[in-house]
């Protein structure tokens, strides 16, 4: 058994999308629920089906005893002789280790000097291909002292193709040729551009399993080397998430919280009329789940003109700037919220003897005052009737993030079996890449 007796799990409260909360017209009634429970066991054993053709292998890959392989062994060479690793990388292969090192490692990490990071080196995620962007952080590290990992599948991803392209030039002009100590390849096992460069150059590399999308695949080398490069846990991220699939396994949906995220969702969207999904993360170190989200939910589920629309935001940020669109503009969103019970460093922050007219905050430090703001936004919401939930770490860790991406992964793809759509492909994206190929040949 998986399960946890150390510390709490993740907490979810639906309790504000009901409707004795936000009434009968924008909450879920009993009659909704009774037509979830007579579907989820159709939904259920989609997954299952998913499960056996390995296009959901995402659930089962984070059970493979080779999950980790030399993976750590790598790393801590890598760490030891490098003082940044960037990775290049889009999309899949980039936003969960986003969210990762932004959740996990200390605030401002590429500021501290090297004895603050433990001696782990800086870490540099390029997810987009703008040429100021990309040339300043070039400009920035010493080519010779970086270990560039590149990720992508495939390895004809044009964006991640042209940054290793301008690398490569770089390096073999720098390094001649000892360049190749400073790569790692992660892609396809067998097929794609990047695996024959692989063999031919001898170069480091690990492989990612041919069926396991971009998408669902922080939990793999994909998030867990680079990660591994910079300290993280990937061990406690893989038992968290094997902790969270274990307590999602069951087939009956009351008891089910991924099938209960991601059925409710559904419902708002097809019953509701609540095409828009926002997440608002309560804590710096959890924004970048929602951007991890955004991915998740939209290239899993908008298709064939079904899906939700995902939007980011934060609190206390966007109090002032979109709660008050949230709360008297169009009645088309649900809310998920985002909690942290405990901050690392919150009485640092304890407020004493203010002015009177601070006199409610004496005594209190911004963890109170961060998380009674998110109670007051989330009350706020309901008494507007807005649906909103509330997923809540106990703490910002490794297994409890590990928990967050299976959970959520899991209602995407239970979400998809209610839709009747293919959760796992992504047609609409190659249109683009087609006509952005031929635009470039055409110039």
């Known amino acids: 058994s998986f399960k946890k007796l150390e510390d ?42 998913w499960r056996k053709t390995e296009d959901a292998i995402f659930y089962d890959y984070v059970f493979r005893d080779d999950i980790f392989g030399n993976m750590q ?16 990388g889009i999309g899949g292969s980039a936003l969960g280790l986003r969210c990762a090192a932004q959740a996990l490692l200390p605030p401002y990490w590429n500021l501290l000097d090297s004895s603050k990071r433990g001696g782990k080196p800086r870490l540099f995620v390029c997810d987009n291909i703008d040429p100021d962007t990309f040339s300043g952080m070039l400009n920035l590290v ?38 190749r100590k ?22 480091t590399s690990f492989e990612i399993y041919p069926k396991l999308g971009g998408r669902f695949s922080v939990l793999s080398p994909v998030g ?11 061990k406690g991220l893989v038992h968290g998430a094997k902790c969270m699939a274990e307590r999602c396994a069951t087939n009956e949906f009351g008891e089910n ?19 828009i999904s926002v997440m608002m993360a309560y804590s710096d170190a959890l924004m970048l789940a929602a951007d991890w989200y955004a991915q998740l939910w939209a290239e899993s589920l908008g298709k064939s003109k079904l899906g939700q629309t995902p939007v980011k935001a934060v609190g206390t940020t966007d109090q002032h700037s979109q709660v008050q669109l949230y709360m008297d503009g169009p009645d088309d969103k649900v809310f998920n919220f985002l909690a942290l019970e405990s901050f690392n460093d919150a009485d640092a922050t304890r407020i004493e003897n203010p002015p009177e007219a601070f006199s409610y905050i004496d005594g209190k430090n911004m963890g109170i005052i961060l998380n009674a703001e998110r109670i007051a936004t989330t009350n706020a919401l309901a008494q507007m009737k807005r649906p909103n939930l509330t997923v809540t770490f106990p703490t910002v860790d490794a297994s409890h993030l590990g928990e967050f991406f299976m959970l959520y992964e899991l ?13 796992f492909n992504q047609p609409g994206v190659e249109l683009g890449k087609k006509l952005t190929k031929e635009i470039l040949l055409g110039s």
């Open 8 to 49: 709490k799990m993740l907490n979810i409260d639906f309790t504000n999308l009901m409707s004795e909360v936000v009434g009968k017209e924008d909450g879920i009634t009993n009659a909704d629920l009774n037509n979830l429970t007579d579907r989820s066991g159709a939904a259920h054993s989609k997954i299952q089906e």
């Open 73 to 88: 062994e790598v790393a801590d060479k890598t760490a030891s002789e490098f003082d940044n690793v960037v990775v290049l």
């Open 142 to 179: 010493d080519m010779k002292k970086t270990c560039f990992t590149i990720i992508s599948k495939s390895g004809r991803t044009t964006e991640t193709a042209s940054q290793f392209l301008v690398v490569l030039q770089k390096l073999k002009k720098e390094l001649g040729e000892d360049w």
């Open 182 to 203: 400073n790569v790692v390849i992660i892609t396809d096992p067998k097929s794609g551009e990047l695996r024959p460069m692989v063999e031919k150059e001898g170069l």
């Open 224 to 234: 867990l080397f680079p990660a591994a490069c910079v300290g993280i846990d990937i």
């Open 257 to 275: 919280i991924a099938y209960q995220l991601g059925g409710y969702q559904y419902l708002f969207d097809v019953e509701k009329r609540k095409n």
């Open 411 to 423: 209602a995407t793809a239970y979400a998809g079996a209610l839709y009747g759509i293919d959760p």
